[in-house]
């Protein structure tokens, strides 16, 4: 099965800064990925996906693909204390979603 | 719109016993439902993917008959964990997906499994 890695951070940004979180995937045969949203103790919500390589926004996220390079990124405009939570990147294999081990983000008032 | 429940939220049992969690999908078709499980400070691992009327294909290492899996309709799908031990405690979700519509996996709030 292939990877889907991640920096484990935590990654600690003060308030209104840009997050940037970081994904690497070893299939170079992979579509599409996924950025899910995970509070302690809760189930990941989606915050987006994306199939083409470049940038795709979607109000204060927007997520970048480069597939030669393998890499898959998150980036947060205006960070916000309740943007804290770990982000799991995901690769979608033939239907099925692999998760990276997820990245820490802690935004500081 | 596209919500899966999962039942129930937590429970705790024996060491031994059986313990069955459902999931629900409330307002769409789910041709396919995943099961993943979750511990403490880890990633997701996916168990098993189901398919509505057929057998659950099982991800390596996982035991499938320790954890039976049955996708009976398209909206409902259950995940009975047999003779459970303290190892299997857990934080188990499930997610659903429609044919079609992009392989988007629409996840339940989990279901948070203490085996004494």
């Known amino acids: 099965q292939k990877e889907v890695e991640q920096n484990s951070g935590p990654l600690s940004v003060p308030e209104g800064a840009i997050a940037s979180l970081n994904c690497t995937y070893s299939d170079r045969g992979s579509q599409s990925f996924f950025w899910y949203r995970q509070y302690s103790g809760k189930s990941p919500e989606l915050i987006m996906f994306?199939?083409?390589?470049g940038d795709k926004e979607d109000g204060r996220f927007t997520a970048q693909l480069n597939k030669a390079s393998q890499y898959v990124s998150l980036l947060i405009r205006d960070s916000q204390p309740s943007d804290s939570a770990t982000y799991l990147c995901?690769?979608?294999?033939?239907?099925?979603?692999?998760f990276g081990q997820g990245t820490e983000l802690s935004v500081k008032p | 719109g596209a919500v899966v429940s999962q039942h129930p939220s937590w429970v705790i049992c024996k060491s031994g016993t059986s313990v069955k969690i459902e999931c629900r999908s409330l307002?769409?078709?789910?041709?396919?439902m995943f099961w993943y499980r979750q511990f403490p400070k880890q990633s997701l691992m996916l168990m098993a993917t189901?398919?509505?009327?057929?057998?659950?294909?099982?991800e390596q290492g996982v035991e499938k008959d320790k954890f039976l899996i049955n996708h009976a309709s398209l909206t409902l799908s259950t995940l009975t964990v047999t003779s459970a031990h303290p190892e299997d405690s857990s934080f188990y979700i499930c997610?659903?997906?429609?044919?079609?519509?992009?392989?988007?996996?629409?996840f339940g709030p989990g279901t948070r499994l203490t085996v004494l």
């Open positions: 995901a690769e979608n294999q033939g239907g099925k979603l692999i």
């Open positions: 189901s398919n509505e009327g057929s057998k659950a294909t099982y």
């Open positions: 997610s659903a997906s429609q044919a079609g519509v992009g392989n988007e996996q629409f």
């Open positions: 307002d769409f078709q789910a041709t396919t």
């Open positions: 994306i199939y083409s390589n």
